[in-house]
């Protein structure tokens, strides 16, 4: 039986093309469902606080850069949203001391314009937001070298050689309105993919690259960058791809409430714990990874009850 359209925009794969019944079954978890979804291999954890939470996520880097030596570099993948951890690691690290001269980072992604990534004094560029809400923030003596700072770039072969001889401990992310890491986003419906998007294994074969953003994340990110103003937001960007993803030991995904919504944050916990990878949800494709950790503020867990406002 063929895939339903989507409601969102026809001509690509999203979420709105699955099963009728894993939406409904999704819509109607509670937090205690949620905290059940817990498995080998992917663990719900939740935070009262917004305080506790972004220092856990902080602490993440933290605890990532004191396991490096020189012998044994190792480092951490971060996202630009959420932003409020990284002021808070620059505090943790100046105040801990911690030197990080063998510890590496890489960002997750970056806006592709002109043929060429982001300048780093664009508006949008989230190099300079890493720069200036962390490490610029952190003391010239603990700081690591400039090479170890790794950010993708239209050539993106330097970026890729670079997780190579370096330990991944964690990477972070969000989840977008379409249910994507970094800018893992669903394709479009046409070509090879007209009745079918493609399969999780040929995803997942998908390394660092330029993405076609899906309309939703267009519209998502000039809701919370650029206060709704879609042409302000370029249309392809840089991922981080579910090569590197996979050299990472841990995913650990953050979910604040403000990049997605109550459903968005059932759904693919749910799909992940049900072992149900579709690349139309992408953040799905974990299910297959050893090791991922949603981590939930408690407060924007929220309901899918039908309110009228």
């Known amino acids: 039986m063929a895939r339903s359209l ?3 925009a026809p001509g690509w794969w999203d979420y709105t093309t699955l099963e009728p019944e894993i939406l409904q079954d999704a819509a109607r978890l509670t937090l205690q469902d ?7 291999g992917f663990k719900v954890a939740l935070y009262d ?3 506790e939470f972004y220092l856990a996520e902080a602490l993440e880097y933290i605890n990532a850069w004191r396991q490096s030596t020189p012998d044994n570099p190792v480092g951490i993948c971060g996202p630009i949203g959420p932003t409020e951890q990284l002021p808070l690691v620059a505090r943790l690290v100046n105040d801990l001391d911690l030197p990080l001269h063998s510890a590496h980072f890489w960002g997750m992604d970056e806006w592709f314009l002109n043929g060429q990534e982001a300048p780093m004094d664009h ?3 989230f190099a300079r937001a890493d720069q200036e809400l962390c490490f610029k923030r952190i003391r010239p003596e603990l700081l690591m ?15 890729e050689a670079s997780w190579q001889g370096v330990r991944c401990a964690v990477m972070q992310g969000g989840q977008g309105e379409v249910k994507h890491w970094a800018f893992n986003d669903p394709v479009r419906r046409e070509g090879n993919y007209q009745q079918e998007p ?11 690259r330029v993405v076609e953003l899906h309309p939703l994340t267009l519209i998502q990110n000039a809701r919370t960058s650029g206060g709704g103003n879609v042409p302000l937001v370029p249309t392809h960007a840089i991922s981080v791809g579910p090569v590197q993803t996979w050299q990472a030991e841990k995913v650990s995904i953050w979910h604040p409430g403000t990049h997605d919504n109550p459903f968005g944050l059932r759904l693919t916990a749910l799909m992940i714990s049900q072992h149900l990878p579709d690349s139309a949800v992408p953040m799905s494709l974990l299910a297959d990874h050893p090791n991922v950790q949603f981590n939930y503020y ?5 309901t899918c009850e039908t309110e009228m406002h």
């Open 49 to 51: 606080t917004l305080e």
């Open 198 to 208: 493609p399969s999780p294994a040929e995803y997942r074969q998908l390394g660092t």
């Open 6 to 8: 989507s409601t969102i």
């Open 34 to 40: 949620i905290e059940q979804l817990s498995r080998p």
């Open 123 to 125: 508006p949008l560029s």
């Open 298 to 302: 408690r407060g924007a867990i929220g």
């Open 145 to 159: 070298p400039a090479e170890n700072l790794h950010f993708p770039a239209a050539d993106t072969s330097h970026y």
